[in-house]
């Protein structure tokens, strides 16, 4: 039997053994099976028919180095499936050296399958023995480059975390600072209020910097770390507009919590929605209409909404607005002369409001304004039961 047409008819025996290294590796010992064996069926079907399409010298030689099978439709199915399994092997905390690792068990296992299989060698054997290193080869290759992009990515995400949430704290820190230095009454109410700010925010650094740590170890692709306590969103939320309309004096701003608002939730995870959506309201909204912050109770549920007046978001951004490294304007001369923000606010609000098993959409018109609104279950969702 030619080697395309055992890998087809026995994907499964070789799943098997892809699945019992997979899970031999650090990184593999806790995961599911359907993980394990991530897009592993496909790329045996791809390479399959990757090997049995008619090759040119210069599709052979464009694989070989690393370019692809060069319009081949067998061969690009590979490319994809070979794209999938290294940028979700980031995500469960493989790294580079299990992946290859990988590969070369595929390859061993494939290989020593087929000899156990037959009983006389055939001329075929050297020729389906070369186009299937050629297309293990290749699958490794876009594989690797997957995985070393979504590394990439996520360093540059990881910085400018770093830099979007400790500017705000930062920010309030500084000019509440000036407040007290301005002041030479201790017994100044404005200058005690200034104070008490300072203290809180320098507090919200320290929980910044423990969070970014968590983030980091806990592997790329984890979900939002929590710390779970009783959370009263009323008492947070208050204490979140009242910092906001310190820091925002010229604008309107109006808080509007109803119900039983308290909860199983992190509290400065959630410290950090707020302050973001509402950051996100003030950068974009109208600067003469207000930005309404409300809470609400609905049984098992909290429903949090942050609305605003003003230019609609175009409906070709709704879908993408929650991205990472991706940001929002109005127009282009909106962009030049707004606050140096990368647009990750909404990409943490988003991770946030799903570790907490909740979630967050966007509805805009110009009628009727641009509103946030997020759904949060008061009690820990049952484990594997939120988006990861």
């Known amino acids: 039997m030619r080697l395309a047409d055992f890998i087809l008819e026995n994907i499964e025996p070789i799943l098997v053994e892809w699945e019992a290294f997979a899970r031999s590796l650090e990184s593999g010992t806790t995961m599911t099976r359907k993980a394990l064996r991530n897009a592993a069926g496909e790329m045996l079907l791809a390479t399959a028919r990757n090997m049995q399409t008619e090759q040119s010298r210069a599709q052979q030689e464009s694989k070989s180095k690393g370019h692809g099978g060069a319009d081949s439709q067998a061969s690009d199915r590979l490319d ?27 390859r061993a296992s494939v290989l020593r399958l087929w000899y156990e299989s037959r009983q006389q060698s055939s001329l075929d054997d050297i020729e389906d023995i070369t186009r299937f290193n050629e297309a293990i080869d290749q699958s490794l290759a876009e594989a690797v480059d997957s995985y070393t992009s979504r590394v990439e990515q996520s360093r540059h995400m990881f910085l400018a975390i770093l830099s979007h949430d400790l500017r705000s704290p930062v920010g309030s820190i500084q000019g509440a600072a000036q407040v007290a230095a301005r002041s030479h009454n201790n017994e100044d109410l404005r200058a005690g209020k200034a104070l008490s700010m300072i203290e809180r925010n320098t507090k919200a650094i320290i929980g910044l910097i423990d969070d970014l740590i968590d983030f980091a170890s806990t592997g790329l692709g984890s979900a939002m770390p929590l710390t779970r306590s009783s959370v009263d969103l009323k008492k947070l939320g208050h204490e979140v507009f009242e910092n906001l309309r310190f820091a925002y004096p010229q604008r309107t701003l109006h808080f509007h919590p109803d119900g039983d608002l308290t909860g199983d939730w992190d509290g400065p995870r959630l410290r950090q929605v707020i302050s973001n959506l509402m950051g996100n309201a003030l950068q974009h909204g109208a600067i003469e209409e207000p930005v309404e912050l409300s809470i609400t109770s609905e049984e098992s549920t909290v429903v949090l909404s942050v609305h605003n007046e003003g230019p609609r978001i175009p409906s070709e951004m709704l879908t993408t607005i929650f991205d990472p490294l991706r940001r929002y304007t109005q127009s282009e001369s909106t962009a030049k002369s707004a606050s140096r923000s990368i647009g990750l606010g909404l990409y943490i609000a988003r991770e946030i409001v799903f570790a907490h098993g909740g979630t967050i959409g966007v509805d805009s018109t110009a009628q009727a304004g641009t509103t946030f609104t997020v759904r949060l279950p008061r009690v820990a969702p049952v484990e594997g039961d939120y988006r990861t």
């Open 80 to 106: 994809h499936a070979s794209k999938v399994h290294g940028f979700e092997r980031v995500g469960v905390g493989f790294d580079i050296m299990e992946v290859v690792a990988e590969y070369r068990a595929l």
